[in-house]
């Protein structure tokens, strides 16, 4: 049995008698208490995850855990594209192209669409495009080389008309709190008229997958979906299918675990 402890594990300020009579590892502070409170989340995710494998492999009869993906809850709800939308995304496209910003190139980058398995690529209607929720904030992440392409695609055009036909593009809906061109069946835009990180971007759960499939075309995964504290989902990802796995806890239904 290990002694308790004596020094606040975080910022190393030695225990007051009451966090030691409660064995806490940490101090009173708030900055350490939120430390410890986000540590035994974490251990408690990690609990979730290995017994949601063991439902996996059996209910799989394969003997060996499925790989574990962790997702985070999407938005699904629809509002409509306002005014203030097409305001704020004009106006950012211009200040865009006057400022003559454009993302780094990224040559070793790859067409998700292109380079990855469908049966790991059907992740992201699973997910239902999280990463779009950082679209909303950077306009798309049209920048100038979006524009110039449209520009160089339609000779004897204006900067004020590829910045009008982008905003034709919009649907009348988009899913609240990510990209204006976000909407319940996946991107508005056609690929070809997407900023190239829209193309590209692949999250760590879609590479793991992309990775697994590529080895082996049956692999299986378990996919965890989860906001905070709260597990939304859980489901065995198998062959671009998803098949719902019960009984997999909360994590605050575990007990807590040793420090």
């Known amino acids: 049995m290990n002694p308790a402890p004596l020094h606040c594990r975080h910022c190393g300020a030695p ?3 009451l966090s030691r009579h409660r064995g806490l590892p940490h101090c009173d502070r ?4 939120a430390k410890s409170d986000l540590a035994d989340l974490d251990r408690r995710w990690q609990r979730v995850g290995a017994l949601a494998q063991q439902r996996a492999a059996a209910a799989l009869d394969t003997g060996a855990a ?9 938005w699904r709800e629809q509002v409509p594209v306002t005014d203030a939308d097409r305001a704020f995304l004009a106006a950012r496209w211009r200040q865009a192209w006057d400022e003559g910003r454009q993302a780094p ?33 950077a306009g798309a992440f049209v920048d100038a080389t979006v524009l110039q392409r449209w520009l160089d695609a339609h000779p004897g055009t204006t900067v004020d008309d590829a910045i009008a036909d982008q905003l034709a593009q919009l649907p009348a809906e988009h899913v609240h709190g990510q990209c204006c061109f976000q909407t319940a069946t996946g991107c508005a835009l056609p690929r070809e008229r997407r900023a190239d990180i829209c193309n590209t971007y692949s999250c760590d759960a879609l590479a ?10 049956d692999a299986a995964a378990v996919v965890l979906t989860r906001e905070m504290r ?13 098949t719902p796995l019960a009984g997999v806890p909360q994590p605050d239904e575990l007990p807590a675990a040793p420090a």
């Open 15 to 17: 225990l007051g008698v």
């Open 30 to 33: 708030a900055g350490c208490r």
């Open 66 to 74: 499925p790989v574990l993906l962790h997702l985070e809850r999407s």
């Open 105 to 137: 190139p990224d040559t070793g980058a790859v067409d998700t669409a292109r380079d990855t398995p469908p049966d790991a690529a059907a992740l992201c209607g699973h997910c239902a495009g999280r990463c779009c929720t950082h679209g909303a904030a």
């Open 208 to 217: 793991t997958l992309a990775r697994h499939v590529t080895a082996d075309p």
């Open 230 to 242: 709260r597990l939304d989902e859980a489901v065995i990802f198998r062959r671009g299918r998803a």
